[in-house]
């Protein structure tokens, strides 16, 4: 079933990155050993990564959606924003881990990834909980991870951009099925902090006079503008999503720039050579998995997993259920960018074999993904906020669990419920 | 690392940095000339692409460390550090080899495009291509280095302050 030359790269993969190399550059190393012992021209390793990149117009959102979220991370537009949650939330039982997932919801409107948002302004909220003295280290760093993951399911998402590029589906329209589920995500959330605060008896802020609430929204408004700004701009029909990208971007210099003066010359220049290195970085995963995918097509291994599902006869439902249970276990091993680029599209085929919706399925499989963040032993948010704040990754584990139940009940939700994720889409003219 | 490679790796950095500047601006013009002055430019995008591979393969050359890469590293850590040794040498031993190996085929494959030419800028495309060949030649030096340093005794994870997190997901 598997041939000799795909049984070696796949050795090799596995191989490489188990002991700890580069993945990326273990997938180029597996390929180039595929391509010579099939005795293919090894120059296809080259020919596809570079075409690949340099024919998708899709993936410049990639670096853009950076370059945002890390501009938008300097200075105070992040600093308005958490006096404006503050006021509307902090009143509440729990009120800054309130605060917090709020936060997450708004800045997930805004930046397309749930590192950024856990390193920017989660670091902050993380220290806000701290010095109230009413949180333990673990508590504050599991809210804050666990809300960072709404970050990529509100758009804009970066995990969305690459599961369009695998899947050829609408970048729009993804968008917008996520736009549901986060929200879900957020409300279920925010009643787990409740239960939590109400058995730890964590209090509530001081609230915010309500007359006071004016000007604080008002402070505030150039940067709540910011979602508003992409969403209008894709669905108005004004901007494509890459587009959409630049111009948030753009808005967020000039907001940190001229309107609020965060950032100096040699800020921008940080943030310039920081948001290179991440683009590079997620550019050489993304090549090495475009040359992985086109020896995978080769060697039909897609439609053989597709005609060997079918034959176990297994129902769309049953098909889903399944996915969501491998991604999750893979999740507690393998970064998002490599599940969505080099997994998802072994799926594809059989997705589209049962009818199964690839819009509805692309949502389902990024949010898995996200969870698949804050889960031990391998959880890119855990292994963020432990880095950013020093908490212990062990204790941040033990207090998400909740959060983590809570989660996978919301996938549940969006797994049989298609129409969570579908229904704003369609109500956009989506025809799925 | 010695002030000339350091100061090579800022140079590195800016031009990479530079790279992701040009991008930006150049899609804010296409958007300006599309959608404000309604007189659309043909050459944004493929500025805009080149640009995009260039960084890609440039910052993957010379601005990522071993470390800046999306790993998975759990093995290796958990392995003493003599284990670990062992596993940096497998893994610089094996880049090192794929590389070389496919370095004449990457070879032909980029100077066989000197016939074709862009779209719509008209650059030969073995010029647009040949960042690729950087990052190979680069890749099989950084390796080869690695390699080289372990077997002399060297720590298998000395390094410096890490950089931030890699905000993608």
Redo the contacts between chains.
């Keep these: 079933m598997i041939s000799l030359p795909f049984g070696a790269c796949l050795i ?1 993969l596995f191989g ?10 273990s997938m ?2 597996a390929a ?2 595929y ?2 012992v099939k005795g293919h ?3 296809l ?3 596809q ?2 075409q690949g ?5 899709l ?2 959102a ?3 959606f ?2 945002a ?2 501009i938008m991370n300097q200075g105070t537009i992040s600093d308005r924003l958490l006096d404006f949650c503050k006021a509307v939330v902090g009143r509440f039982r729990g009120g800054l881990a309130q605060v917090d997932i709020l936060v997450s919801l708004i800045f997930s409107g805004m930046s397309g ?4 948002d856990a ?1 920017g302004v989660g670091k902050i909220t993380i220290n806000m909980m701290l010095r109230s003295g009413h949180y333990s280290p673990g508590l504050a760093g599991a809210v804050v991870a666990a809300s960072a993951t709404i970050g ?1 399911i509100i758009p804009p998402s ?2 969305m951009v690459m599961y369009a590029l695998i899947s050829d589906t609408s970048i729009g329209y993804l968008f917008l099925a996520g736009i549901v589920p986060g929200l879900l995500m957020t409300v279920v959330m925010m009643g787990i902090t409740t239960w939590i605060a109400h058995r730890r008896d964590i209090p509530a802020e001081v609230p915010v006079p309500v007359r006071e609430l004016p000007k604080v929204t008002f402070r505030a408004l150039p940067v709540l503008f910011m979602p508003v700004i992409l969403l209008a701009g894709i669905y108005g029909g ?2 494509t999503p ?2 959409a990208a ?2 948030a ?2 808005y967020a210099l000039l907001l940190a720039a001229l309107f609020y003066r965060s950032v100096s010359w040699r800020g921008l ?1 940080a943030v ?14 993304i ?1 090495s998995a475009l040359i992985f995918n086109y020896i995978v097509a080769s060697e039909n291994i897609p439609n053989l997993i597709a005609g060997w599902l079918a034959q176990t006869e297994l129902s769309p439902l049953a098909f889903l259920l399944f996915a969501n249970i491998i991604i999750l276990l893979l999740g507690c ?6 599940i969505i680029l080099v997994i998802l599209p072994l799926f594809i085929p059989t997705c589209r074999e049962l009818g199964i919706d690839l819009v509805h399925f692309g949502v389902v499989m990024v949010v898995n ?2 969870i698949g ?1 804050i889960t031990p ?2 959880g ?1 948010l855990l ?2 906020i432990n ?1 950013t704040t020093g908490i212990a990754i062990k204790d941040i584990v033990r207090e998400v669990m909740p959060y983590l139940v809570a989660l996978i009940a919301s996938l549940l939700i969006m797994t049989l419920f298609p129409e969570t994720v579908l229904w704003l889409p369609r109500m956009f003219g989506y025809q799925g | 690392m010695k002030p000339a490679t350091l100061w090579l790796r800022r140079r590195a950095e800016d031009v990479a940095a530079g790279l992701l500047a040009v991008m930006f601006l150049t899609f804010l013009v296409q958007i300006f000339t599309r959608y404000v002055i309604n007189y659309p430019l043909a050459w944004t995008l493929e500025v805009c692409l080149t640009l995009w591979l260039w960084l890609v393969f440039w910052g993957a050359a010379f601005i990522l460390d071993d470390r800046d890469h999306v790993k998975f590293d759990m093995f290796y850590f958990a392995a003493s550090t003599r284990v670990r040794r062992i596993l940096a040498l497998v893994t610089a031993v094996a880049i090192l080899a794929g590389f070389l190996a496919a370095l004449p085929a990457t070879w032909d494959y980029i100077t066989f495009y000197k016939i074709k030419k862009s779209a719509t800028l008209r650059i030969r495309l073995d010029i647009v291509f040949s960042v690729y060949g950087i990052f190979a030649v680069a890749i099989i030096t950084r390796y080869a280095l690695r390699a080289w340093q372990l077997l002399r005794g060297a720590e298998p994870d000395a390094v410096a302050q890490p950089h931030e997190q890699v905000a993608v997901e």
């Design positions: 090799a490489l990155a188990g002991i700890g190399a580069p993945i990326a550059l180029f190393v180039i050993l391509l010579f021209d090894p120059g390793a080259a020919e990564s570079i990149l340099y024919d998708s117009f993936l410049l990639v670096p853009l950076i370059v979220a890390n990834s749930a590192v950024a390193a990529p970066i995990p004004a901007t890459t587009e630049a111009v971007a753009a220049h310039l050579v920081d948001s290179a290195r991440s683009s590079a970085s997620v550019g050489l995963v090549g091993l393998l970064d998002a960018t490599t993904c996200m963040l032993p391998y890119m292994f963020v880095a």
